[in-house]
């Protein structure tokens, strides 16, 4: 069952078991903002253990382990895959306040393709990213201080 989003009274559901559960809520909760206001969509997504989440899952294990050679080792709850004009993006979002992102055009002379990670307020950086990635830090009303990163992906998907 899909769960939509909500920006403005932000919600745990689906997220409860995460030590990091309110500002992981904001985090989703800042996502589904982005896309609402940018993009006119409305941002939903499914337990991780649904059929559909299930694909988005394993979509950004696959890209994880094909582009850098990384296995998340903390619980998915939910993830959500979608189209935005000609971009497809994907999210997993992590038991441990971690959240993953691809985002993947599908056509243009430069298609731009990237993994992003974001952090929950409070959240450790996890240790199979602590030696590869430098985060970057940004504030949010919704979800406090979020530190982030990204890779370029280099295959195709």
């Known amino acids: 069952m899909s769960h939509v989003v909500d920006f403005v009274d932000v919600s745990t559901e689906g ?43 394993a979509f950004v294990a696959k890209v994880l382990a094909d582009e850098r050679d990384l296995s998340i080792g903390s619980k998915p709850l939910e993830a959500t895959a979608f189209q935005v004009e000609n971009i497809k993006m994907t999210y997993v979002f992590y038991e441990c306040g971690l959240s993953i992102n691809v985002m993947y055009t599908l056509d243009g002379e430069k298609p731009k ?45």
């Not at 985060?135 to 370029?152: N, P």
């Open 15 to 57: 997220l409860e078991s995460s030590p990091v559960v309110d500002a992981l809520a904001g985090l989703r909760a800042n996502e589904a903002r982005y896309f609402k206001n940018k993009y006119d969509h409305v941002f939903t997504t499914e337990r991780a253990d649904s059929p559909a989440g299930a694909d988005a899952v």
């Open 113 to 157: 393709r990237a993994v992003g990670f974001k952090l929950s307020d409070g959240m450790e950086i996890p240790s199979e990213l602590a030696d590869k990635f430098k985060f970057a830090r940004q504030k949010s009303k919704l979800a406090g201080e979020i530190r982030g990163t990204y890779f370029v992906i280099k295959g195709q998907y």
